[in-house]
Structures are given as structure tokens and as C-alpha cells.
């Protein structure tokens, strides 16, 4: 195999869940010099399948011919069609799976686009599960029939699942095991495993300054290191207000994720009493 070659796939692909920590863990298989990761996620698998295969490796030929060549697309664990579409392209692709607390996940999700101004500001409105307008929220914690459904398209040693809290909790040691199932001696940078990627706490322009803003986005991104751009930018970008996650919600997100994570107790075999219990309401959305 040589470098630049169109027939480079995949030996490993991050598929989610989303918002449990799957940028921090790309992020770090990124500094390895071994590993190649394009930087967008492709979601070829979700929702970009149409395009087909020549396109998709074609987002791998700037890998080095010595690299294990990866991808991240964090949607991939909720599709329908996903586990199976990679089975029948990749059947011996090692998958890595995170997993949070789902109703934290579910809130982080909602406080995401209302960052970006595509929800409005009840997160009842979207989180309760009883009468949530949008499903994303509340389908993709539903971890014990999306890995399910993997399970019954590949062998279970292929499937690498890690938590949330053992990237919070040890960095370090989650980056070996990872590193490990997809068969490369690990890269470990101290600096780099502190940096959580979340921008969730970054300042951020008003909404209508952004959407003012955005048919020049391109035109001065080559300005954003310098001086004046900072200045301008640092006086009308603010923390964000997100709209709080009420203890009644977070009950009523626990219930319905109650059977869900009963079952993936057993499916992955690890105790997972700090998320079966309810606790308060956050606080981030991390």
C-alpha cells in the first residue's frame, strides 16, 4: 500500500455516542504519529452513504503508508443502518464506543444547538420524553439497543466500550486501553490529556450578531489571530446562559433510561450504579 493510495480504509472508526467525550479521545489519537484521522467526521456510514465508497476512501489518501487509518463520526452508534453498512465494508474494523450518563447526554445535545440557535430556550420541549418534539435528544441514549444492534453484525472483541467517566477519571489509562484494541502502541502526551474539548464554556457573539456575521465568515477567518479581530470579538462575545435542566426533567429522563441501562449493565458487564441512581439536576453541559 503507498502513499496516496484511493484504497486506504479504515482500521478503526470512533462511532459515538454524541457529546461523551469522542472529540477529546480523536483528539488524542490524532498526535499519534502512526494514526491517520481526517479532521471532519464524514458520517459516511449515517448519513453521506450515498456518495459511495470511492469517495469515502478518498478521505484517507493523505495518510502515510505506515499509518493505522481511522475516522470519527459520532452519529454512527444511533443509525439504524450503520452497524451493518460497516460490516459489510469493514467486517474487521476495531469500533470505539463512548458512552455518559445518558440524561447529562441528552442535555449536553440540547445545550449544544441552543448554542448555536436551533432550539429555543425550554429544554422541556425537547427532553421530556413524554412529549419531546425532537427525538435525537432522548434516541441516542438509548445505548443498550444501539449496541445491540453492532453486536448482532460483529464479533463482540471488536467493539472497545469506554464511559464517560473514565475519560474524566483516568485519561491516561482510557488512551492505552484504546490505543491497545486498535493494535498501536500508545502516544501519551501529558498536555494534551487535560484538554476536555468542550467549548460549551467559550464566549460566544450574540446570535444575531453571528447570523449577521455569517455570509462573511469566510472572508475574515484569515483575521481571527490577529489583534483588532480579538479586540472586537472579546468585547461582544459573552459566556452562554444556558437554560437549566430542572430536577422534575432529570427524573423523568432517569425513568425512561432506567430499563435501558439495567440492560447495558449486563451487556457490557460493568456497574453503572452512578447513573442508575438520580441525582441533582446539572449544572453544565459539559
Known amino acids: 500500500m503507498i502513499e496516496g493510495s484511493v484504497d486506504r480504509m479504515p482500521g478503526f472508526i470512533i462511532i ?16 499519534h504519529p502512526g494514526i491517520f484521522l481526517p479532521g471532519p467526521e464524514p458520517h459516511y456510514f449515517s448519513t453521506e452513504f450515498e456518495r459511495g465508497s470511492q469517495w469515502y476512501s478518498g478521505l484517507f489518501r493523505a495518510a502515510g503508508a505506515s499509518q493505522i487509518v481511522g ?19 469493514l467486517p474487521d474494523a476495531r469500533l470505539i464506543v463512548q458512552l455518559r450518563n445518558p440524561v447529562d447526554r441528552a442535555y449536553s445535545d440540547y445545550c449544544m444547538l441552543f448554542r448555536r440557535g436551533s432550539v429555543s430556550g425550554d429544554p422541556g420541549r425537547y427532553l421530556n420524553p413524554g412529549t419531546s418534539e425532537n ?37 491516561e489509562q482510557t488512551l492505552r486501553d484504546v490505543s491497545t484494541h486498535i493494535g498501536i502502541e500508545p502516544w501519551i502526551v501529558a498536555e494534551n490529556l487535560a484538554d476536555r474539548k468542550n467549548d460549551s464554556e467559550t464566549p460566544l457573539l450574540p446570535l444575531g450578531v453571528r447570523r449577521l456575521a455569517r455570509p462573511f465568515k469566510q472572508a475574515v477567518r484569515r483575521h481571527r489571530d490577529e489583534l483588532w479581530f480579538k479586540t472586537i470579538r472579546g468585547a461582544l462575545a459573552h459566556p452562554v446562559q444556558y437554560p437549566p435542566l ?3 426533567l432529570r427524573a423523568r429522563l432517569h425513568d425512561f433510561y432506567l430499563p435501558e441501562l439495567e440492560t447495558l449493565q449486563s451487556m457490557i458487564g460493568r456497574d453503572l450504579k452512578c447513573w442508575t441512581q438520580a441525582r441533582p439536576a446539572a449544572t453544565m453541559p459539559g
Not at 17 to 30: C, D, G, Y
Not at 137 to 166: C, M, S, V, W
Open 246 to 248: 430542572s430536577d422534575d
Open 135 to 171: 427525538l435525537r435528544f432522548l434516541e441516542n441514549g438509548r445505548y443498550a439497543t444501539h449496541i445491540a444492534r453492532y453486536l448482532g453484525n460483529i464479533p463482540r472483541e471488536q467493539l472497545k466500550i469506554i464511559l464517560h467517566d473514565d475519560v474524566r477519571g483516568s485519561p
Open 71 to 89: 475516522e470519527k463520526s459520532a452519529d454512527y452508534l444511533s443509525h439504524p443502518q450503520a452497524a451493518q453498512r460497516i460490516a459489510a465494508m
Open 16 to 31: 459515538g455516542a454524541m457529546k461523551a467525550a469522542t472529540t477529546w479521545i480523536a483528539h488524542q489519537l490524532r498526535q
